[in-house]
Protein backbone atom coordinates (compact mmCIF):
# COMPACT_ATOMS: atom_id res chain seq x y z
CA UNK A 1 0.00 0.00 0.00
CA UNK A 2 3.07 2.36 0.45
CA UNK A 3 4.68 1.85 -2.74
CA UNK A 4 0.62 2.80 -4.43
CA UNK A 5 0.73 5.79 -2.32
CA UNK A 6 4.61 6.74 -3.09
CA UNK A 7 4.08 6.20 -6.48
CA UNK A 8 1.88 9.63 -6.48
CA UNK A 9 4.76 11.48 -5.42
CA UNK A 10 6.73 12.26 -8.93
CA UNK A 11 3.17 12.86 -10.25
CA UNK A 12 1.89 15.52 -7.53
CA UNK A 13 5.82 17.26 -7.59
CA UNK A 14 5.22 17.76 -11.20
CA UNK A 15 1.96 19.32 -11.20
CA UNK A 16 2.88 21.71 -8.27
CA UNK A 17 6.25 22.45 -10.50
CA UNK A 18 3.99 23.12 -13.67
CA UNK A 19 1.61 25.21 -11.78
CA UNK A 20 4.27 26.87 -10.51
CA UNK A 21 5.83 27.68 -14.17
CA UNK A 22 2.25 28.81 -15.36
CA UNK A 23 2.21 31.24 -12.52
CA UNK A 24 -0.94 30.52 -10.63
CA UNK A 25 -1.05 31.62 -7.27
CA UNK A 26 -3.36 29.50 -5.93
CA UNK A 27 -3.95 31.11 -2.52
CA UNK A 28 -6.09 28.49 -0.95
CA UNK A 29 -6.14 25.38 1.32
CA UNK A 30 -4.11 22.31 0.94
CA UNK A 31 -6.85 19.69 -0.35
CA UNK A 32 -7.94 21.49 -3.13
CA UNK A 33 -4.06 22.10 -4.16
CA UNK A 34 -3.44 18.59 -4.20
CA UNK A 35 -6.74 18.25 -6.30
CA UNK A 36 -5.60 20.30 -8.98
CA UNK A 37 -1.75 19.09 -9.35
CA UNK A 38 -1.61 15.75 -8.74
CA UNK A 39 -4.29 14.98 -11.60
CA UNK A 40 -2.34 17.49 -14.10
CA UNK A 41 1.33 15.38 -13.11
CA UNK A 42 -0.89 12.09 -12.96
CA UNK A 43 -1.69 12.99 -16.84
CA UNK A 44 2.29 14.21 -17.42
CA UNK A 45 3.24 10.65 -16.53
CA UNK A 46 1.00 8.84 -18.26
CA UNK A 47 2.58 10.07 -21.24
CA UNK A 48 5.89 10.54 -20.13
CA UNK A 49 5.95 6.12 -19.62
CA UNK A 50 4.11 5.94 -23.20
CA UNK A 51 7.08 7.89 -24.30
CA UNK A 52 9.09 5.50 -22.62
CA UNK A 53 7.58 2.47 -23.75
CA UNK A 54 7.42 3.37 -27.59
CA UNK A 55 11.14 4.09 -27.32
CA UNK A 56 12.67 1.49 -24.94
CA UNK A 57 9.88 -1.35 -25.21
CA UNK A 58 9.58 -1.02 -21.41
CA UNK A 59 7.61 2.00 -18.97
CA UNK A 60 10.27 3.71 -17.07
CA UNK A 61 10.38 6.88 -14.91
CA UNK A 62 13.21 8.44 -16.77
CA UNK A 63 11.61 10.05 -18.55
CA UNK A 64 9.18 11.70 -16.18
CA UNK A 65 12.21 12.41 -13.38
CA UNK A 66 14.12 14.08 -16.81
CA UNK A 67 10.86 16.34 -17.29
CA UNK A 68 11.00 17.21 -13.97
CA UNK A 69 14.41 17.84 -13.71
CA UNK A 70 14.11 20.16 -16.41
CA UNK A 71 11.54 21.88 -15.52
CA UNK A 72 12.98 22.65 -11.85
CA UNK A 73 15.68 24.61 -14.05
CA UNK A 74 13.38 27.20 -15.90
CA UNK A 75 12.54 30.75 -14.58
CA UNK A 76 8.46 30.83 -12.89
CA UNK A 77 7.08 34.07 -14.20
CA UNK A 78 5.06 36.70 -11.53
CA UNK A 79 2.18 34.53 -10.33
CA UNK A 80 -1.72 35.85 -10.30
CA UNK A 81 -4.81 34.84 -8.37
CA UNK A 82 -6.47 31.62 -10.07
CA UNK A 83 -9.70 33.07 -8.97
CA UNK A 84 -10.87 35.87 -6.96
CA UNK A 85 -12.85 35.05 -3.56
CA UNK A 86 -16.30 35.85 -3.06
CA UNK A 87 -17.07 35.96 0.64
CA UNK A 88 -21.05 36.88 1.35
CA UNK A 89 -21.82 35.53 4.70
CA UNK A 90 -24.96 33.78 5.48
CA UNK A 91 -26.48 31.60 8.67
CA UNK A 92 -26.96 28.88 6.22
CA UNK A 93 -23.17 28.00 5.88
CA UNK A 94 -22.69 25.56 8.65
CA UNK A 95 -25.86 23.98 7.74
CA UNK A 96 -25.21 23.38 4.15
CA UNK A 97 -21.58 22.40 5.00
CA UNK A 98 -22.95 19.73 6.97
CA UNK A 99 -25.13 18.42 4.65
CA UNK A 100 -22.30 18.53 1.58
CA UNK A 101 -20.24 16.46 4.27
CA UNK A 102 -22.98 13.82 5.10
CA UNK A 103 -23.52 13.38 0.92
CA UNK A 104 -19.78 13.46 0.43
CA UNK A 105 -19.25 10.68 3.13
CA UNK A 106 -22.00 8.28 1.76
CA UNK A 107 -20.75 8.51 -1.75
CA UNK A 108 -17.40 7.53 -0.41
CA UNK A 109 -18.58 4.61 1.05
CA UNK A 110 -20.40 3.38 -1.97
CA UNK A 111 -17.33 4.07 -3.58
CA UNK A 112 -15.69 1.43 -1.09
CA UNK A 113 -18.53 -0.77 -1.77
CA UNK A 114 -18.32 -0.72 -5.34
CA UNK A 115 -14.44 -1.23 -5.70
CA UNK A 116 -14.91 -4.31 -2.84
CA UNK A 117 -17.70 -5.81 -4.83
CA UNK A 118 -15.60 -5.50 -8.28
CA UNK A 119 -12.09 -5.02 -7.03
CA UNK A 120 -10.71 -5.56 -10.77
CA UNK A 121 -13.57 -2.61 -12.07
CA UNK A 122 -16.26 -4.03 -14.47
CA UNK A 123 -16.51 -3.92 -18.25
CA UNK A 124 -14.94 -1.00 -19.61
CA UNK A 125 -11.66 -1.80 -17.04
CA UNK A 126 -11.07 -5.46 -17.89
CA UNK A 127 -11.82 -5.32 -21.28
CA UNK A 128 -9.46 -3.32 -22.65
CA UNK A 129 -7.81 -0.36 -20.08
CA UNK A 130 -6.49 -2.84 -17.86
CA UNK A 131 -5.79 -5.08 -20.74
CA UNK A 132 -4.13 -2.26 -22.73
CA UNK A 133 -1.89 -1.15 -19.09
CA UNK A 134 -0.84 -5.28 -19.12
CA UNK A 135 0.20 -4.91 -22.06
CA UNK A 136 2.18 -1.72 -21.50
CA UNK A 137 3.94 -3.15 -18.34
CA UNK A 138 4.84 -6.02 -19.97
CA UNK A 139 6.44 -4.27 -22.63
CA UNK A 140 8.76 -6.64 -24.90
CA UNK A 141 8.32 -6.36 -28.67
CA UNK A 142 4.58 -7.23 -28.69
CA UNK A 143 2.89 -4.39 -26.81
CA UNK A 144 1.66 -2.63 -29.98
CA UNK A 145 -1.33 -5.45 -30.58
CA UNK A 146 -3.14 -3.40 -28.15
CA UNK A 147 -3.83 -1.19 -31.10
CA UNK A 148 -4.79 -4.04 -33.45
CA UNK A 149 -8.28 -4.80 -34.46
CA UNK A 150 -7.79 -8.59 -33.58
CA UNK A 151 -11.12 -7.75 -31.03
CA UNK A 152 -13.56 -4.92 -31.59
CA UNK A 153 -14.03 -3.94 -28.07
CA UNK A 154 -9.81 -2.81 -27.39
CA UNK A 155 -10.89 0.14 -29.16
CA UNK A 156 -7.42 1.30 -30.40
CA UNK A 157 -8.22 4.53 -30.95
CA UNK A 158 -9.19 5.47 -27.84
CA UNK A 159 -6.14 7.64 -25.89
CA UNK A 160 -3.20 5.64 -23.63
CA UNK A 161 -3.82 7.85 -20.28
CA UNK A 162 -5.44 5.42 -18.38
CA UNK A 163 -3.41 2.23 -19.68
CA UNK A 164 0.09 3.91 -19.32
CA UNK A 165 -0.56 5.32 -16.41
CA UNK A 166 -1.68 2.14 -14.66
CA UNK A 167 0.88 0.28 -16.05
CA UNK A 168 3.52 2.90 -14.42
CA UNK A 169 2.39 2.23 -11.33
CA UNK A 170 2.65 -2.05 -11.92
CA UNK A 171 5.84 -1.67 -12.72
CA UNK A 172 6.59 0.45 -9.46
CA UNK A 173 5.23 -1.92 -6.86
CA UNK A 174 6.35 -4.80 -9.11
CA UNK A 175 3.08 -6.69 -9.42
CA UNK A 176 -0.11 -6.25 -11.26
CA UNK A 177 -2.13 -5.02 -8.02
CA UNK A 178 -5.61 -4.20 -8.72
CA UNK A 179 -5.43 -1.58 -5.97
CA UNK A 180 -3.19 0.56 -8.37
CA UNK A 181 -6.53 1.45 -10.64
CA UNK A 182 -8.35 1.39 -7.64
CA UNK A 183 -6.19 4.67 -6.24
CA UNK A 184 -6.06 6.20 -9.66
CA UNK A 185 -9.77 5.89 -10.14
CA UNK A 186 -9.97 7.43 -6.46
CA UNK A 187 -7.79 10.08 -6.86
CA UNK A 188 -9.43 11.38 -10.47
CA UNK A 189 -12.98 11.03 -8.90
CA UNK A 190 -12.09 12.62 -5.86
CA UNK A 191 -9.77 15.68 -7.11
CA UNK A 192 -13.27 16.38 -9.13
CA UNK A 193 -15.39 16.69 -6.55
CA UNK A 194 -12.76 18.83 -4.40
CA UNK A 195 -11.95 21.31 -7.60
CA UNK A 196 -15.45 22.05 -7.98
CA UNK A 197 -15.86 22.80 -4.54
CA UNK A 198 -12.61 24.86 -4.45
CA UNK A 199 -13.63 26.57 -7.55
CA UNK A 200 -17.47 28.08 -5.92
CA UNK A 201 -15.68 28.61 -2.52
CA UNK A 202 -13.66 31.27 -4.43
CA UNK A 203 -16.25 32.17 -7.29
CA UNK A 204 -19.34 31.73 -4.86
CA UNK A 205 -20.58 32.96 -1.61
CA UNK A 206 -21.34 30.91 1.62
CA UNK A 207 -25.08 29.93 0.75
CA UNK A 208 -24.53 28.45 -2.91
CA UNK A 209 -21.09 27.18 -2.92
CA UNK A 210 -22.35 23.49 -1.08
CA UNK A 211 -24.84 23.29 -3.27
CA UNK A 212 -23.42 22.11 -6.60
CA UNK A 213 -20.65 19.44 -5.35
CA UNK A 214 -23.66 18.00 -3.81
CA UNK A 215 -25.63 18.20 -6.87
CA UNK A 216 -22.20 16.24 -8.44
CA UNK A 217 -22.04 13.81 -5.45
CA UNK A 218 -25.53 12.75 -5.70
CA UNK A 219 -25.15 11.67 -9.57
CA UNK A 220 -24.18 8.34 -8.65
CA UNK A 221 -23.23 7.65 -12.01
CA UNK A 222 -20.31 9.91 -11.03
CA UNK A 223 -19.27 7.68 -8.32
CA UNK A 224 -19.68 4.74 -10.29
CA UNK A 225 -17.58 5.90 -12.98
CA UNK A 226 -14.88 5.94 -11.04
CA UNK A 227 -14.84 3.20 -9.06
CA UNK A 228 -15.56 0.99 -12.41
CA UNK A 229 -12.63 1.53 -14.27
Known sequence: ??????MRSVPLALGAVILRLAGISLALSAPGWIAL???LGLGIVGATS????AVSARVS??????????????????TF?????????SPFTHALAVVLAAVGTA???????????FPHGVWDAWAFWNTKARAFALGGDGWSWVFSQLVVWWHPEYPVLVPATVARGWVLVGSESPLVPIVIAATFTGSSIVLVFWALR??????????????????FDKVNRGDQR
Not at 50 to 53: H, I, P
Open 1 to 6: FLQVVA
Open 37 to 39: ALP
Open 50 to 53: FVSL
Open 61 to 78: VGVELAVLAGLLFVRRPA
Open 81 to 89: ELLPVAERK
Open 107 to 117: SGLAFLANVRR
Open 202 to 219: RRMGPVLRPLRPRCLLNR
